[in-house]
């Protein structure tokens, strides 16, 4: 038996940390608005926020949950792909390299979406607490499945 090339058995690993990062996001994720609200809760006193504030900030996190939704549905859907026809084969083919190229295309696209969504909500914040924020929410988006990385934010 030929054992895997260390590049496919990184791909792999990778793929698997992807996959297990972002589809337990999607599933943790509230359903209900009320279950949203009381998720962010902890921010209006770990930063300080007004009454002013920490609105913005829930309204950004709310309105931000549709997209979100729908991209770790993307994520579950290419990575759904990805396993299946790596499955089917004992090599890698061509469609199975496509399906990875746009599994990390759809990841990628995730990943502007949410530090576009940190920024935004950063920038609702009081400069300083802002900062902060980013740079506990930050780590998790940049340097996902890290071991030394803790995911301090869902979205």
Partial sequence: ???PSLALVILATLVAG???YFGGRALQHPSHPLDAKAEIRWMRK????SEANFAKVEALHLAYIPRCDELCMAVADSGRKVRELAAATPV?????AAAIAEDEHVRGECRKALLAHLYETA???PSEAGQRFLEMALPSVLSPGHPDVHDSVRH
């Fill in 1 to 3: 038996m030929k054992l």
């Fill in 18 to 20: 992807l996959i297990a």
């Fill in 92 to 96: 890698m083919t061509e469609a199975l």
């Fill in 46 to 49: 770990e930063f300080s926020l």
């Fill in 123 to 125: 920038a609702a914040m």
